[in-house]
Nanobody, 123 residues
Framework: VQLQASGGGVVQAGGSLRLSCAAS?????????IAWFRQAPGKEREFVAA??????YYSDSVKGRFTISRDNGRKTVYLQMNSLKPEDTAVYSC??????????????????WGQGTLVTVSS
């Protein structure tokens, strides 16, 4: 299974974007946890959001603004990003794992990654 992230772009502060993470060569059903991470220029990769067994998890920096969801066919995971801020500017990547909840915040626990999509939020 390969992951394909899309939906990035340039948006003004306060605007919205929806990112998609699609599976090719299979489905996401083999993975219990799908997550989004981001990496801003000069910074380390950080956890953004994850979905596992119908529950969603968010970093404090995006809680209340971002929503992660998984479609019924379980082939695509979305990240709806509202009220975007300039500090949300980063390359966003999706990742898949069967990690349990205690480990889903750590990038090293995800064996499968898609390529990133760039989100730029202008002030």
């Amino acid at each position: 299974v390969q992951l394909q992230a899309s939906g990035g772009g340039v948006v003004q502060a306060g605007g919205s974007l929806r990112l998609s993470c699609a599976a090719s060569g299979g489905t996401l059903n083999n993975y219990g946890t799908i997550a989004w991470f981001r990496q801003a220029p000069g910074k380390e990769r950080e956890f953004v959001a994850a979905i596992r067994s119908g529950s969603s998890y968010y970093s404090d920096s995006v809680k209340g603004r971002f929503t992660i969801s998984r479609d019924n066919g379980r082939k695509t995971v979305y990240l709806q990003m509202n009220s975007l801020k300039p500090e949300d500017t980063a390359v966003y990547s999706c990742a898949a794992s069967n990690i349990i909840v205690s480990g889903l915040f750590t990038a090293a626990n995800y064996p499968r990654w898609g390529q990133g999509t760039l989100v730029t939020v202008s002030s």
